[in-house]
């Protein structure tokens, strides 16, 4: 007698699913999640401006190598552009970045005046 052989059926069920990948939705969280900077923008022009004149101080104060190890020189190492100027130009680099850190934007980037920034959390007591 010969064995019939039978064939057997795989039935897969379709689900659909709606699944985006989370790339997506990581973006769309960001977007709406963006906090406000720390400071305004003229802030940082401020404390970019003080960091270059702390910069240029540092360069004002380099050098005063002799040029003979035999001999020296008291205006090359003691001169007004290292005793005076170089100084100063650290310290006023300092104060404006101070300055910048300390101050509060009067208006916000779109010409807005800020009233108060402050959250209220029970109005009613």
Known sequence: MAKKTSKKKVVSAKIKTTLSPTASKSRSIKKTNQEPLLFGKQ???LLLGGA??????????????MPDPNTWDEDIIY????????????????VIMVFAIFKKESHSDNGEPIVNQERVVNQHL
């Open 52 to 65: 270059l004149a702390m910069a240029i101080g540092f360069i004002l104060m380099s050098g005063g190598e």
């Open 79 to 94: 001169g007004t552009r290292r005793i005076v100027v170089a100084p100063f130009m650290l310290l006023t680099g300092l």
């Open 43 to 45: 802030n940082y022009y």
